[in-house]
């Protein structure tokens, strides 16, 4: 075969795309939970990339369970994309953002369809610049196993002595729980990431007996299993999603007195500023994590709250009606989880211990 004909047959070969590695630092199962979907429909692009979990200094698979080891990992560049909370950002100064590249937000397509409150929000906002996109949220809320009670409009329900033995909460993130405690006492949602609001002795009454009334903490999220006995919990959503798929019947509701919520991000790491390939495949996983379909199933997975306005379109009727939250409607910035600083902190550390002596 002569020169000339060989290269018009290699035009007509589609050449391979360049593999590329994405390591994921998460919370455990919002990205790797879409792994081999993700893989095959960037296949379907004509795009190689595979994702992987980022591993510790002892090359260890790792996942987020605070602050302080998420920030060791992207420091010592293990990761190339990362799911902080919103309340990470600003936290300790805001040294996260020396570890992340900021986000150009018009190589997003779906970030179209972020509700104004998520997308106007500034909670990784520096230098007029935003430095992650929504990915996944809900609230630290009450819910009601129906099989048992009707529906609760108060979290007096947590502390009433009635329900002695009936009750769960987590004891991993105790600040939450001492923010249901001060918004029972009076503070509003929004005023309790500053002790000064908090009214110590009431809510120090109210969560000696939320701890008096509780069977059993859990971790990361309530066990199907343990569910089934339980009468009231407070959840993130996730525990829900499980134990109904199980055929429990649990329920959310919205106190009256307000809650807290929880919103988790997706950042890319500085350690790929400079890799234009990476960076390209940072954003394509983004915009993928963002569209409606996968919102939708991550809804179904976790429990969570949509973080864009077209994931209904993707439910049946009667997940609409089941999943009846309008994103727009449900994220309020100013109820979203805030970096406390360290007096108030502690603040809610020793609540919480003072509660259970």
């Known amino acids: 075969m002569n020169n000339k004909v060989f290269g018009l047959v290699l035009i007509g070969i589609a050449m391979p795309a360049k593999s590329i590695e994405l390591a994921i630092l998460e919370w455990e199962g919002y990205i790797s939970s879409f792994k081999q979907d993700f893989e095959a429909y960037a296949i379907s692009k004509g795009k190689d990339i595979t994702l992987t979990i980022s591993e510790d200094l002892d090359n260890e698979p790792v996942y987020i369970t605070n602050f302080d080891d998420m920030f060791h990992v992207l420091r010592s560049s293990k990761a190339d994309i990362v799911t902080p909370t919103s309340s990470f950002y600003n936290r300790e100064g805001g040294r996260l953002y020396n570890l992340l590249v900021p986000i150009d937000r018009s190589r997003l397509s779906n970030v179209a369809s ?19 996109v929504p990915l996944i949220g809900g609230s630290y809320g009450l819910a009601y196993n129906a099989s048992y009670v009707p529906a609760p409009s108060s979290w007096e329900v947590l502390s009433a002595p009635e329900n002695k033995g009936k009750v769960s909460m987590t004891d991993k993130l105790v600040e939450a729980n001492g923010y249901i405690a001060a918004i029972m006492a009076g503070t509003n949602p929004k005023d309790v990431y500053d002790q000064n609001n908090v009214d110590h002795d009431k809510a120090l009454k109210i969560l000696q007996d939320m701890r008096g009334n509780t069977t059993k903490y859990w971790g990361g999220m309530a066990m199907p299993d343990d569910m089934k006995s339980w009468h009231y919990i407070t959840t993130y959503g996730f525990g829900i999603a499980a134990a109904n798929s199980e055929g429990q019947d649990w329920k959310m509701v919205i106190p009256k007195e307000g809650q807290t919520l929880w919103l988790d991000t997706i950042a890319i790491s500085s350690s790929i500023r400079d890799d234009k390939e990476k960076l390209e495949a940072a954003y394509f996983l ?17 429990g969570s709250v949509p973080v864009v306005t077209n994931a209904k379109e993707h439910w049946s009727s009667e997940e609409q009606q089941r999943f009846n939250v309008q994103s727009d409607e449900f994220y309020i ?4 989880w805030q970096a406390l600083d360290k007096r108030t902190s502690n603040f809610y550390e020793l609540l919480w211990n003072q509660a259970g002596k």
């Open 114 to 132: 972020l509700p104004s409150s998520l997308s106007e929000s500034m909670y990784d906002l520096k230098d007029e610049k935003h430095f992650s």
């Open 286 to 302: 983004i915009d993928y994590m963002l569209s409606g379909e996968v919102q939708a199933e991550m809804t179904r997975m976790f």
């Open 333 to 336: 910035e100013g109820n979203l």
